[in-house]
C-alpha cells in the first residue's frame, strides 16, 4: 500500500535523489553483497577478492572473479525496479541517482549522469599508470576460473578492475556531486541497501538533518528504517512500478 502523503510529496518533488544498492539489482539476478546464503560475503571472502593487496596477492584469481561477476551482468537485464527509477527520471524536475553498484543497469534502463560511488565493473584501468582497458570479448567464466589480468598498452602494467576496493577512497568527484545532491534535495529515496559501509550510508543522515523525507525501499529491516519517514516493505521490482503508478498514473 503506498501512503497518500508519499504520493503527494513524490508529485510536488523539485528534486529528488534516490541512492541505489545491490537489491536494485537483486531481481536481475545479480547477487547481493549480504543477504543470507545468497550474499557475495557468504560465499567469498571479501578480504582476498574487494582489496587491493588481495589483487596484488593473486591477480589471476581476483581478476577471474570480477570478470565471472562482469560475464553474469552482461546477461542480465535491467528489471522493472532499473525501469522505474529510469521512469521517475522524466517525470520529476530533477533526479539525482547515486549507486554503490558497479554494474551498467541503471545505464541500460535508461537512466542518464549515474553517479557511481564504488566504481563499475565496465571501466577496468591499468594499477600503475591508470590508462583505461577496453574490454576486447567476453569469455564465459565460471566463479572459480583464474584468469591472468591483462597488461597496460602504456605500460605493462597490471589491469585492474575499476571498482573502489575496501580502504580505497571513493572516486572524489561522484563523492562530491553526490553530497551536494544530498544537502539540496527535497525528497530522497534508498533502494536495497543495507547501509552497512561507509561514507555512502552517510548520505541519508545528511539528507535527514536538513528534514528531508526519506522513503526506504527494501524487504528487510535495515539501519535506515528509523530514518525514513516512509518505510516500504517489499521487491523493488514489484514496489517501484506500484509507487510510480500511483503517482503519476493519472496525470
Ligand atoms: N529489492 C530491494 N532490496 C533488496 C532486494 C530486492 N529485491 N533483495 C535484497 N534487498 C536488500 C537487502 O535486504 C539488503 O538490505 O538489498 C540490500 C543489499 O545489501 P548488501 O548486500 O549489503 O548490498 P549494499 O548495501 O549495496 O552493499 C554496499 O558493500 O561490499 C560493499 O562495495 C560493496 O557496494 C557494496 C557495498
Known sequence: MIPNQLIEQLQQAKHLVILTGAGVSAESGIPT?????????????????????????????????????RNRVLKAQPNPAHLSIAKLAKRVPKLTLITQNVDDLHERAGSLDVLHLHGSLHHPRCIN????????????????????????????????????????PLPADQWALSEQACQNCDLMMIVGTSGMVWPAADLPYMAEKLDVPIVQVNPTITSFNGLAKFNLCGKAGEVLPKLYAATFSDL
Do not use: M
Request: proline content about 8%.
Open 129 to 168: 599508470c591508470g590508462t583505461p582497458y577496453r574490454h576486447l570479448e567476453t569469455e564465459p567464466v565460471g566463479s572459480e576460473s583464474r584468469i591472468d589480468p591483462p597488461t597496460c598498452s602504456r605500460c605493462k602494467g597490471l589491469v585492474r578492475p575499476g571498482v573502489v576496493w575496501f580502504g580505497e
Open 33 to 69: 553483497f549480504r543477504d543470507a546464503l545468497t550474499g557475495l560475503w557468504e560465499n567469498f571472502d571479501a578480504e582476498q577478492l574487494a582489496c587491493k593487496d588481495g589483487f596484488l596477492a593473486d591477480p589471476s584469481l581476483v581478476w577471474g572473479w570480477y570478470e565471472w561477476r
